[in-house]
Protein backbone atom coordinates (compact mmCIF):
# COMPACT_ATOMS: atom_id res chain seq x y z
CA UNK A 1 0.00 0.00 0.00
CA UNK A 2 1.12 3.55 -1.15
CA UNK A 3 0.69 7.18 0.96
CA UNK A 4 -2.72 8.30 -1.10
CA UNK A 5 -3.08 11.93 -1.82
CA UNK A 6 -5.37 14.43 -0.13
CA UNK A 7 -5.06 15.43 4.25
CA UNK A 8 -3.83 11.60 5.08
CA UNK A 9 -0.57 12.18 3.49
CA UNK A 10 -0.13 15.93 4.80
CA UNK A 11 -0.56 14.30 8.32
CA UNK A 12 1.10 11.70 8.07
CA UNK A 13 4.71 13.82 6.48
CA UNK A 14 3.91 16.08 9.86
CA UNK A 15 4.10 12.70 11.67
CA UNK A 16 6.83 10.87 9.96
CA UNK A 17 8.85 14.54 10.31
CA UNK A 18 8.23 14.52 14.32
CA UNK A 19 9.21 11.04 14.14
CA UNK A 20 12.39 11.79 12.91
CA UNK A 21 13.03 14.52 14.83
CA UNK A 22 12.61 12.42 18.03
CA UNK A 23 15.41 10.02 16.67
CA UNK A 24 17.57 12.67 16.50
CA UNK A 25 17.41 13.68 12.58
CA UNK A 26 18.69 17.10 11.80
CA UNK A 27 16.67 19.97 10.05
CA UNK A 28 13.73 18.22 9.46
CA UNK A 29 11.21 19.89 6.98
CA UNK A 30 8.49 18.75 5.18
CA UNK A 31 7.16 20.53 2.67
CA UNK A 32 3.63 20.40 0.53
CA UNK A 33 4.49 20.54 -3.19
CA UNK A 34 1.08 19.07 -4.49
CA UNK A 35 0.31 22.47 -6.37
CA UNK A 36 4.13 22.53 -8.18
CA UNK A 37 4.29 18.28 -8.72
CA UNK A 38 2.41 15.51 -10.46
CA UNK A 39 4.11 13.15 -9.17
CA UNK A 40 4.29 13.57 -4.61
CA UNK A 41 1.95 15.39 -2.67
CA UNK A 42 4.74 15.87 -0.07
CA UNK A 43 8.48 16.04 0.57
CA UNK A 44 10.22 15.15 3.67
CA UNK A 45 13.67 15.79 3.91
CA UNK A 46 16.02 14.98 6.52
CA UNK A 47 19.63 15.32 7.61
CA UNK A 48 21.76 12.63 9.39
CA UNK A 49 25.60 13.30 10.66
CA UNK A 50 27.18 9.70 9.37
CA UNK A 51 25.92 6.77 6.94
CA UNK A 52 25.06 4.89 9.86
CA UNK A 53 22.46 7.14 11.32
CA UNK A 54 21.28 7.77 7.69
CA UNK A 55 21.10 3.57 7.73
CA UNK A 56 19.52 3.34 10.86
CA UNK A 57 16.81 6.31 9.84
CA UNK A 58 15.97 4.34 7.22
CA UNK A 59 15.98 1.57 8.67
CA UNK A 60 13.16 2.84 11.70
CA UNK A 61 10.93 4.60 8.98
CA UNK A 62 10.69 1.52 6.86
CA UNK A 63 9.42 -0.20 10.55
CA UNK A 64 7.13 2.50 11.41
CA UNK A 65 5.98 3.19 8.14
CA UNK A 66 4.75 -0.83 8.08
CA UNK A 67 3.31 -0.02 10.82
CA UNK A 68 1.13 2.35 9.14
CA UNK A 69 0.48 -0.35 6.33
CA UNK A 70 3.11 1.59 3.87
CA UNK A 71 5.72 -0.18 2.14
CA UNK A 72 8.34 1.97 0.00
CA UNK A 73 8.61 1.43 -3.81
CA UNK A 74 11.79 2.22 -3.53
CA UNK A 75 13.53 2.03 -0.13
CA UNK A 76 17.05 1.07 -0.47
CA UNK A 77 17.51 3.86 -3.77
CA UNK A 78 20.79 5.32 -2.99
CA UNK A 79 23.17 8.35 -4.62
CA UNK A 80 26.48 6.37 -6.60
CA UNK A 81 28.46 8.32 -4.14
CA UNK A 82 26.40 7.57 -0.92
CA UNK A 83 25.15 10.00 1.66
CA UNK A 84 21.74 10.70 -0.37
CA UNK A 85 18.49 7.83 0.50
CA UNK A 86 15.31 8.27 -1.34
CA UNK A 87 12.35 6.42 -0.25
CA UNK A 88 9.51 6.64 -2.48
CA UNK A 89 6.29 5.78 -0.87
CA UNK A 90 3.66 7.12 -3.40
CA UNK A 91 2.70 10.66 -2.72
CA UNK A 92 5.07 11.12 -0.18
CA UNK A 93 8.71 11.16 -0.51
CA UNK A 94 11.51 10.87 2.21
CA UNK A 95 14.86 12.46 1.75
CA UNK A 96 17.62 11.67 3.95
CA UNK A 97 20.68 13.34 3.68
CA UNK A 98 24.26 13.84 4.80
CA UNK A 99 25.11 17.31 4.94
CA UNK A 100 27.42 18.03 1.92
CA UNK A 101 25.12 16.05 -0.14
CA UNK A 102 21.72 17.76 1.71
CA UNK A 103 24.28 20.91 0.81
CA UNK A 104 24.74 20.59 -3.13
CA UNK A 105 21.19 19.08 -3.86
CA UNK A 106 19.36 22.42 -1.82
CA UNK A 107 15.90 20.64 -2.25
CA UNK A 108 14.73 23.39 -0.05
CA UNK A 109 15.92 26.07 -2.56
CA UNK A 110 14.67 23.61 -5.09
CA UNK A 111 10.95 23.88 -3.82
CA UNK A 112 11.53 27.34 -2.09
CA UNK A 113 7.61 28.41 -2.84
CA UNK A 114 6.13 25.07 -1.42
CA UNK A 115 4.31 25.74 1.81
CA UNK A 116 6.20 23.82 4.45
CA UNK A 117 4.49 22.13 6.79
CA UNK A 118 6.85 21.07 9.46
CA UNK A 119 10.55 22.73 10.28
CA UNK A 120 13.10 21.90 12.78
CA UNK A 121 16.76 22.59 12.80
CA UNK A 122 18.95 20.62 15.26
CA UNK A 123 22.10 20.01 16.12
Known amino acids: MEVQSGQPVIEMTRELAE ?6 ADQVIALDVSSQSSFADAFLIA ?3 S ?3 LQGFQRQLVD ?4 RGVKPHSRRRR ?8 MDCGNLIIHLFL ?3 REFYDLEKLWFDAPRLF ?3 QG
Open 51 to 53: EGQ
Open 19 to 24: FLVDAG
Open 79 to 86: SEEGGWVL
Open 99 to 101: PEQ
Open 64 to 67: ELAD
Open 119 to 121: EVS
Open 47 to 49: GAN
